[in-house]
């Protein structure tokens, strides 16, 4: 593969729409795309048991070619934006890299590890100036980060939930990810999605004893 430079002419980050929306689709209400995505149809029954869906997560690294159909997406990302946020000033942005020659970059950027180059990629970075608390900078900052790792983690439950499994990425260049996103927005994680070449059992935990410290 040829070497990258940040001034190389890729397309710009191009608006994101979903496979369907209302009849009546209204710009200016803010939660009326996202109702319709949650509530719309998924190519296959979801299991909808939260605890069920917990205890079967695992992180894949090996995706089938199956590909991923664009209404599970749409839930995915639909899903991160139910996530809590800092005086919900929804601090953080999703890159949603389609390009393959980006996600192969991106492989490079994530520290060699092929299983970037996954079938649905997304990318969540920190935008603390959407935090418009009049606290120093550190601490928007903070509620940044925590905004957009959250709102990966509620993805990451509905890509499960879905029926695809995921690997999180938090090893990576930042500046390398920045680059080839063209964005001056911080990555926290990355978030790699597909069908599962194999199913596994879930890792063992620590006993629940030994991760609560009871404090009265
Ligand atoms: C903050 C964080 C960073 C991670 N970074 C990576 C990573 O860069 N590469 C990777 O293969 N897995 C990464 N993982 C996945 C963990 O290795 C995985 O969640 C852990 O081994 C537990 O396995 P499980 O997810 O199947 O329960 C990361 C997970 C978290 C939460």
Same mark, same amino acid.
Request: some cysteine.
């Given at each position: 593969?040829?070497?990258?430079?940040?001034?190389?002419?890729?397309?710009?980050?191009?608006?994101?729409?979903?496979?369907?929306?209302?009849?009546?689709?209204?710009?200016?209400?803010?939660?009326?795309?996202?109702?319709?995505?949650?509530?719309?149809?998924?190519?296959?029954?979801? =299991?909808?048991?939260?605890?069920?869906?917990?205890?079967?997560?695992?992180?894949?690294?090996?995706?089938?070619?199956?590909?991923?159909?664009?209404?599970?997406? =749409?839930?995915?990302?639909?899903?991160?934006?139910?996530?809590?946020?800092?005086?919900?000033?929804?601090?953080?942005?999703?890159?949603?890299?389609?390009?393959?020659?980006?996600?192969?970059?991106?492989? =490079?950027?994530?520290?060699?590890?092929?299983?970037?180059?996954?079938?649905?990629?997304?990318?969540?970075?920190?935008?603390?100036?959407?935090?418009?608390?009049?606290?120093?900078?550190?601490?928007?900052?903070?509620?940044?980060?925590?905004?957009?790792?959250?709102?990966?983690?509620?993805?990451?439950?509905?890509?499960?939930?879905?029926?695809?499994?995921?690997?999180?990425?938090?090893?990576?260049?930042?500046?390398?990810?920045?680059?080839?996103?063209?964005?001056?927005?911080?990555?926290?994680?990355?978030?790699?999605?597909?069908?599962?070449?194999?199913?596994?059992?879930?890792?063992?935990?620590?006993?629940?004893?030994?991760?609560?410290?009871?404090?009265?």
């Amino acid at each position: 593969m040829r070497d990258f430079h940040p001034d190389d002419d890729f397309a710009s980050p191009e608006e994101y729409s979903p496979e369907s929306s209302p009849d009546d689709f209204d710009p200016g209400l803010p939660n009326q795309l996202l109702d319709f995505v949650l509530r719309s149809e998924p190519a296959e029954v979801v =299991d909808t048991d939260l605890f069920a869906v917990m205890k079967k997560r695992r992180s894949t690294r090996k995706f089938s070619d199956k590909p991923v159909e664009t209404v599970k997406i =749409d839930k995915i990302i639909a899903a991160a934006d139910t996530a809590p946020t800092a005086g919900n000033f929804q601090g953080f942005e999703i890159f949603y890299v389609k390009s393959p020659e980006k996600k192969r970059l991106l492989v =490079d950027a994530c520290n060699f590890q092929s299983c970037v180059d996954a079938p649905i990629v997304l990318v969540f970075c920190k935008n603390p100036s959407r935090v418009k608390f009049n606290f120093p900078p550190y601490v928007l900052r903070k509620f940044a980060i925590q905004d957009a790792t959250l709102a990966a983690g509620y993805s990451q439950l509905a890509a499960q939930a879905l029926g695809l499994s995921s690997i999180w990425i938090g090893m990576f260049d930042e500046q390398k990810v920045m680059d080839i996103l063209q964005t001056d927005l911080v990555p926290s994680s990355l978030l790699c999605i597909g069908y599962p070449k194999q199913s596994k059992f879930p890792k063992p935990r620590r006993n629940l004893k030994d991760l609560v410290n009871v404090v009265w």
